[in-house]
């Protein structure tokens, strides 16, 4: 069976500093990693995803994910965080298998100015 | 882009109404779902469907159906809405593709208040 675990509920960083949001997953066959955000009274954003190749994903607002598979980890990093970067932010894997997709508990990110 | 709408931003209900949810989406995707956000449990699955006309049960069907009639439409209906089930409700469309997996697209949320 697979699973997805964020380590962390709530996170709260200063503006400006680098933060560091956890992700482990457990799966017995090869997963796709996706990291979305949702924005205070939105729907989920796809922020990132990993499929294969360079283990480093970047998105176009900073923030990079690096995929760890011995360590079965895909653990979301910004160096600057901004104000608008307050957000709720859900690690997800899909299984290579097909048609499965499983989502963590989110990590709530608040950027103190 | 994918775009994934849901009929209602808020809606507020009474105890025993019959509630309707839609979502469309306009990409041609097989896969529709439907989930509940609640604080602290992140998203639950109800249904989903692969096919019209097909539909599975998730991980907290109870009190719920569904119904998906044609491909770009999944509708989520609360026979005789309850209190518990005040929530956010997210539907999200899906493509499964042989190397790059599944990447689900959601829509803005519904956030019901049953009263």
């Known amino acids: 069976a697979q699973s997805v675990t964020q380590l962390d509920s709530q996170v709260p960083v200063f503006e400006e500093a680098p933060v560091e949001l956890r992700c482990n997953y457990s799966?017995?066959?090869?997963?796709?990693l996706f990291w979305y955000v949702q924005y205070p009274n939105q729907g989920l954003q796809l922020l990132l995803k990993?499929?294969?190749?360079?283990?480093l994903v970047e998105s176009i607002n900073g923030f990079e994910a690096e995929f760890n598979k011995s360590q079965t980890s895909f653990h979301l990093r910004k160096p600057s965080v901004h104000i608008s970067d307050t957000a709720e932010y859900f690690c997800?894997?899909?299984?290579?298998?097909?048609?499965?997709?499983?989502f963590g508990t989110g990590t709530s990110l608040t950027v103190i100015p | 882009d994918v775009k994934v709408t849901q009929s209602s931003r808020y809606l507020v209900k009474r105890t025993g109404e019959k509630v309707f949810l839609e979502c469309v989406q306009d990409m041609d995707h097989e896969n529709m779902f439907w989930y509940r956000q609640d604080p602290g449990l992140g998203l639950r699955l109800i249904y989903f469907s692969y096919d019209v006309k097909m539909k599975e049960k998730g991980d907290i069907p109870e009190g719920y159906s569904v119904s998906r009639e044609k491909k770009e439409r999944f509708s989520l209906i609360l026979e005789s809405a309850s209190t518990n089930q005040t929530s956010m409700y997210l539907c999200?469309?899906?493509?499964?593709?042989?190397?790059?997996?599944?990447?689900?697209?959601f829509g803005p949320g519904t956030r019901l208040l049953v009263l």
């Open positions: 799966s017995s066959v090869s997963v796709y």
């Open positions: 997800a894997v899909s299984v290579n298998t097909g048609n499965q997709f499983y």
């Open positions: 990993y499929l294969s190749g360079s283990t």
């Open positions: 999200a469309s899906s493509l499964w593709l042989a190397g790059e997996g599944e990447t689900q697209y």
